[in-house]
């Protein structure tokens, strides 16, 4: 594809708005290791299995592809900062990062909407990336946390539009499940 269509793809797959997550887990010398990632997406309840993907030219590739164990961090619009900062490449992304050890052994940053503990599953080569299957073994959330939002190459927080009584009667009628 040349490179113009390229950008074009890009720009048009940047209008679909997505949370924004940091992807946490330990090198094998137990150095915590982390990134910025917006491709985070549920997969199944029964198992509970959520989805990532990572691009094949990140430096720390080897490192999740190798992992027993990792957390996905869902932000809030606070940690900002933070996001920019796990997503700049060669950073010291750990320097006055809060965390702690979790249930798996994996780093759990502090202030989350919401934390996903995983056992890695499944690995699938997905053209310049490498998507990553895995469950849920534990989570927990911050109900009423204002989401980190990424669209069309920028940062966002929510604006909404309407209660969520009224969200879950619209998506019933579509045919689509909600929880409240």
């Known amino acids: ?66 992992a027993t164990h990792y957390a996905i961090h869902v932000l809030t619009a606070a940690q900002h900062e933070l996001a920019v900062r796990f997503a700049t490449r060669n950073a010291d992304r750990w320097i006055g990062t809060a965390w702690h050890p979790g249930k798996t052994g994996v780093p759990v940053l502090a202030g989350a909407a919401a934390v996903f503990e995983c056992a890695s599953r499944h690995q699938y080569p997905g053209g310049d990336h490498t998507i990553l299957v895995g469950e849920v073994l534990h989570s927990t959330h911050h109900t009423g ?30 045919g689509v499940r909600t929880r409240s």
């Open 1 to 66: 594809m040349p490179a113009d269509e390229q950008r074009a793809l890009r720009d048009a797959l940047g209008m679909f708005a997505t949370g924004v997550t940091i992807v946490t887990t330990l090198a094998p010398d137990g150095t915590p290791v982390g990134l910025t990632v917006n491709s985070f997406n549920s997969v199944s309840l029964a198992p509970p299995l959520v989805l990532w993907s990572l691009a094949h030219k990140a430096l720390s590739l080897e490192v999740f592809t190798q």
């Open 145 to 174: 946390s204002a989401p980190l939002l990424y669209h069309s190459g920028l940062f966002y927080t929510e604006h909404p539009l309407g209660n969520s009584a009224d969200a879950a009667d619209a998506a019933d009628g579509a």
